[in-house]
Nanobody, 115 residues
C-alpha cells in the first residue's frame, strides 16, 4: 500500500520559514522522482518543486531562490525548506509521486502566511 504522509505545515508571519516533510511507504523510494504541489483557495493545484531519483531539482518561478527540495533515501523522506515566505505561499501543500503507472498523493499539509 502506497502512502505519502506530509507534515510540518503551520501558520507563520511573512518572512519566516517552514520545513515540510513527506514520508513515503510502499514505493521503491530511491528510484522515484518526488514532487511538491500546492493548492491555494480558489486556485488550481500547481507544481512547486521536483527532485529526481538522481537528485536533480526543478522549481516553479514563484518559489525559485526561496524554496529548496531535498531527499533522504535512507529515511524515505522528501523535504521542502521554505524561506522568506510571503502571503501568496498560503496553500495546502501536497506530496506526489508516480508509481506503478499512476499518480499518488498525500492528504496535504496546510501553510498559512500572514502579512
Amino acid at each position: 500500500q502506497v502512502q505519502l504522509v506530509e507534515s510540518g505545515g503551520g501558520s507563520v508571519q511573512a518572512g519566516e520559514s517552514l520545513k515540510l516533510s513527506c514520508k513515503a511507504t510502499g514505493i521503491f523510494f530511491a528510484i522515484s522522482d518526488m514532487d511538491w504541489y500546492r493548492q491555494a483557495p480558489g486556485k488550481q493545484r500547481e507544481l512547486v518543486a521536483t527532485i529526481t531519483s538522481g537528485g536533480s531539482t526543478n522549481y516553479s518561478d514563484s518559489v525559485k531562490g526561496r524554496f529548496t527540495i531535498s531527499r533522504d533515501n535512507a529515511r524515505r523522506i522528501v523535504y521542502l525548506q521554505m524561506n522568506s515566505l510571503v502571503s501568496e505561499d498560503t496553500a495546502v501543500y501536497y506530496c506526489h509521486t508516480y508509481w506503478k503507472n499512476r499518480d499518488w498523493w498525500g492528504k496535504g499539509t496546510p501553510v498559512t502566511v500572514s502579512s
